[in-house]
């Protein structure tokens, strides 16, 4: 069975960072192509970046230069740095699997998501 | 590109259907997706490729369009329904998705 669980996720003061993980079971994660997604509190997705199974790495401009997505292979497991936060980082943080070991696809399985919370 | 659900909520009685829809700022061709949220969970996938039923997703979800109108239809709601339902193009880099439509129990 498919499955990602995140966890990292907390309190932190505007300008700290934060490392979220997502660990993955019942697939290869360096197989795969990843991507993170957040989601405000009461609003819509929004895509935060990916990796290849290569290990490229892609960023939503809104992110670019702050976050940084990496993986473990030997532990299966992907990791979120995002640095300088801001207020407006404020969101649930999934990890989600890209269809068919393809970058152009839909999402077909999803964490759980932990919660990022930017405030003083 | 910009994608646009409309409505943005819709009342609807159990047993009835819910025809939801997206509309995309340019053509996204058949690479459309679409996911149902429940209040405290994670996205699932629904419909990709427009109209392609995800693995284990009830036969009364069905999807259509191509090019930048794409609609989702729920024929004879059922009470694990009411959601919000998201669209999502990945045709163009970055995927983008619609704001979201709130299915509610009318």
């Known amino acids: 069975e498919v499955q990602l669980v995140e966890s990292g996720g907390g309190l932190v003061r505007p300008g700290g960072s934060l490392t979220l993980s997502c660990a993955a079971s019942?697939?290869?994660?360096?197989?795969?192509?990843m991507s993170w997604v957040r989601q405000a509190p009461g609003k819509g997705l929004e895509w935060v970046s990916l990796?290849?199974?290569?290990?490229?790495?892609y960023y939503a401009d809104s992110v670019k230069g702050r976050f940084t997505f990496s993986r473990d292979n030997s532990k299966n497991t992907l990791f979120l740095q995002m640095n300088s936060l801001r207020a407006e980082d404020t969101a649930m943080y999934y990890c989600?699997?890209?269809?068919?070991?393809?970058?152009?696809?839909?999402?077909?399985?999803w964490g759980q998501g932990t919660l990022v919370t930017v405030s003083s | 590109i910009v994608m646009t659900q409309s409505p943005a909520s819709l009342s609807v009685s159990p047993g009835e259907r819910a025809t939801l829809s997206c509309r995309a700022s340019?053509?996204?061709?058949?690479?459309l997706a679409w996911y149902q949220q429940k209040r405290g969970q994670a996205p699932r996938l629904l419909i990709y490729?427009?109209?392609t039923r995800a693995t284990g997703i009830a036969a009364r979800f069905s999807g259509s369009g191509s090019g930048t109108e794409f609609t989702l239809i729920i024929s004879s709601l059922q009470s694990e329904d009411f959601a919000v339902y998201y669209c999502?193009?990945?045709?163009?880099?970055?995927?983008?998705f619609g704001q979201g439509t709130k299915v509610e129990i009318k």
């Open positions: 999502h193009q990945y045709d163009n880099w970055p995927p983008a």
């Open positions: 989600a699997r890209h269809m068919a070991h393809m970058v152009s696809t839909a999402f077909d399985s």
């Open positions: 340019q053509s996204v061709s058949s690479n």
């Open positions: 019942g697939f290869t994660v360096s197989s795969n192509y």
């Open positions: 490729g427009a109209s």
């Open positions: 990796i290849y199974s290569g290990g490229n790495t």
